[in-house]
């Protein structure tokens, strides 16, 4: 007899598809984080000629998108719990749009710093909630993989701006390079509109029934669903919350302190020192003008194909063994190149061999630091402070991001490239080092248990155990 699959087995997968369908949605809020990221280094020499912009001027183009999200990453928090998690993604979607057309339609350098800081006040809202309500809606068994697929999107925005940049350069038009990310902004706004709220924030809401039917959605087993809406009201009959549980819990005081930690191994990792200064790279490496731009195009490639491999290793590898493999290479990746630039490289061969020391760098951090910071500091916070949490790891990327990006010239200047990069290898390897001490494996354990395990005082490196597992 012809075999068919068993409803059980079709309803579970129709399950995963929807789960799917709703949490690529909602990653897609980094989409426009890249388009913003990757736009500015094909545009920004075309706009500056246009308006005269002195070095300065172009300093405030640039950093204004960081200052923008900043402020975002601020005031997240407060609009994720007044109007909920889907509403503020509508809302940082809508002001990517009107940040993009702005910065086409700039009659000078005042306009187009205004555009770019709405730009990143999009990008700060959108930071900050997409990797919350992803793991609010996700199970234990795929929180991971959807919370890292939202770093996916940024690498493949940044790819997507910089084959744009690329065409459109031929002919100069830097306004159709940021006319044209408002597309990405319009889809991402409508398919947002069709998404759920998030169980946790309508139970904080009191709308229980709501909470059950999204849950009901999401989950295949009924039991699934009664069990975790028991593990959410057990959580909000805590009272404290945000600056008060700051105020009295030491508990809580070690998760933020973590969340700022993860983020700053994130950003001095280096990632966005290779990111803005590649084309450099590859015109030391004998590129010249349109190919050069190619080869920048290529660097994005790569981040988004390594950021793929993440998204399926994050969930059966584990959190820790991926930053240990990727603190490793990117140690030695960037002790290489410091002993390439302390040697020189006048022959062909070590210039070929520095860009692909920088190429296995990117990998490496696309695999590791680049999404699972973000999964980390979506995991660790407790509920009821969960806002507060990951707006101040969210504030901290940004500010890191700032700090790397206005002070690598200079400490290259000061330092040279064999030094800068010796230091930035030393900075790896050290964050190798805090990643045994104090960063958890949280893979398969519920929100609710890393929670109960931070509450009860674990070390933070224990806070993703099982119940009854040993350290």
Known sequence: MPQTSSPTASSSSSFHVRSAIIGVLAATAGLMSGLDIGVISG??????????????????????MMAGAAIGAITAGWLARATGRKWSLVLSGVIFILGSVGCACAWSVASMICGRALMGLAIGIAAFTSPLYLSEIASEKTRGAMISTYQLMITVGIFLAFMSDTLFSYHGQWR???GVIALPGVLFVAGVLFLPYSPRWLMMRGRRAEAHSVLSDLRPDSHDTEAEIQAIDTQLKQRQGGFALLRANK?????????????????????????YYAPKIFALAGFVGTAQLWCTAIVGLVNVLATIAAVGLVDRWGRKPILYTGFTTMT???????????????????????VGLIMLFIVAHAMSAGPIMWVLCSEIQPIKGRDLGITISTLTNWVSN???GASFL??????????TFTLMASLNALFLALTFWFVPETRGASLEQIEQNLMQGKRLRDIGQHTGQHA
């Open 410 to 419: 200079s400490i290259l200047n000061w330092l040279g490239g064999a030094n």
């Open 43 to 64: 545009a920004l020499d075309f706009v500056a000629k246009d308006f005269n912009a002195s070095t300065l001027a172009q300093e405030w183009i640039v950093s204004a």
């Open 251 to 275: 508990n809580f005081r070690r998760s933020i302190a973590l969340g700022i930690l993860l983020q700053v191994m994130q950003q001095f990792a280096g990632i966005n020192v290779v990111m």
């Open 176 to 178: 159709w390079m940021f």
């Open 402 to 404: 700032m700090v790397v």
């Open 332 to 354: 030695l990746a960037l002790g290489a190149l410091a002993w390439l630039n302390h040697t020189g490289m006048e022959t062909q061969a070590a210039k070929f061999l520095c």
